[in-house]
């Protein structure tokens, strides 16, 4: 295979789809790959893999490379790092992404400690630039900004690897935007032999029996979010945005200070540690704004803050402000929404 040095996306399998981050990557990666004048590659390991290249040209891939085997699927540590490995070592990529799920987090670090490569976890954006190294002078062109908060989120770092290959990122679901390029784009598929790839003793763990228990919370999938920080002050309050949420037919979200302070079940946090979400109608009850906080929902179409701190962080991207306490004020907007709705 010629040595193109293209930008490839590992592509999470699960029950016959691929993960939506797999997809979203993709679509970040064709924008990349355009900038940088390269091909943009999937690889994708399983079984049942017919027709997969159906849900992955469309995103603008050039090269699929697939491997089908029975022992690939579901994901385990050993056969899936040693596909890529092997895979990344043939092919040379300047630039690999995966998803920042549990399997991204496994399989991320094994490849690059393995390849000498680095890799950034939980980049919340991705860009291509150039770099003067301040100690030699040496500039480099066209390197992959991995940008994502640092020091307990007080700073945004951008980080670049000068020298070595592939530059590895990982990205949390719903950060990126997932767009399709064209439903009819068509790439080439690369059917892999896997025993050229996975050594067999790779394949001493056997799974015998897999729960997957899917969340009952759905924040991704509502318009309306009302969400508390731990300026709600209490469970009590935290009350107040469970009947808020259902009169409003919302989902209720928190940030992290008010899952750690038990308010919240993890699965409903948003932030850099939770999920990112863009909902038509975002009310943020007594979030100060952490950067953390800010980039899993600045893309929500409108943002109301109820707060009692004026100067809350969170109140300069809302796009209204209430100045008030959660139980003086959640009450009166429960009561005229129910008046208004009627």
């Known amino acids: 295979m010629a040595n193109q040095n293209n930008l490839i996306v590992y592509c999470e399998f699960e029950d016959g789809k691929v993960a939506d981050v797999s997809l979203e990557l993709l679509t970040k990666g064709r924008q990349l790959a355009d900038k940088l004048g ?38 385990t540590s050993l056969p899936h790092s040693s596909l890529l490995i092997n895979l990344f070592r043939e092919i040379k990529p300047q630039i690999a992404f995966m998803g920042a799920t549990s399997i991204g987090r496994d399989l991320g670090p094994r490849v690059s400690s393995c390849l000498h490569s680095g890799l950034t976890a939980d980049c919340t954006s991705l860009e291509i630039g150039d770099h003067t190294d301040p100690k030699t002078g040496e500039e480099y062109k066209n390197l992959l900004y991995q940008i994502r908060p640092a020091f307990g989120g007080n700073i945004v770092a951008t980080i670049v690897n000068p020298e070595c290959r592939p530059q590895m990122a990982t990205v949390r679901e719903g950060v990126m935007k997932r767009e399709v390029r064209d439903s009819n784009y068509k790439g080439e598929v690369v059917n892999l032999d896997v025993n050229k790839y996975v050594n067999p003793e790779d394949f001493c763990v056997e799974i015998i029996d897999r729960h997957v228990e899917k969340s009952k919370v759905n924040l991704k999938g509502s318009p309306i979010i009302v969400a508390g920080g ?99 004020v959640l009450p009166k907007l429960i009561k005229y929404y129910k008046k208004n709705s009627k």
């Open 230 to 328: 731990y300026g709600v002050g209490s469970k009590e309050n935290f009350d107040l945005l469970y009947q808020l949420a259902e009169t409003l037919g919302a989902e209720v979200g928190a940030s992290r200070a008010a899952v750690d302070a038990g308010w919240a079940d993890h699965d409903r946090q948003i932030g850099q540690t939770g999920v990112t979400v863009r909902p038509k109608l975002y009310i943020a009850c007594g979030i100060s704004g952490q950067i953390q906080h800010i980039a899993g929902m600045q893309e929500s179409s409108i943002i109301i803050s109820v707060n009692s701190d004026p100067n809350a962080p969170i109140n300069a991207i809302a796009d209204y402000v209430i100045t008030g306490k959660i139980e003086d």
């Open 38 to 75: 390269v091909k943009l590659e999937a690889v994708v390991a399983g079984d049942d893999l017919k027709d997969i290249e159906k849900q992955i040209f469309p995103y603008g891939v050039d090269t699929i490379y697939k491997a089908e085997d029975k022992r690939l699927y579901p994901y």
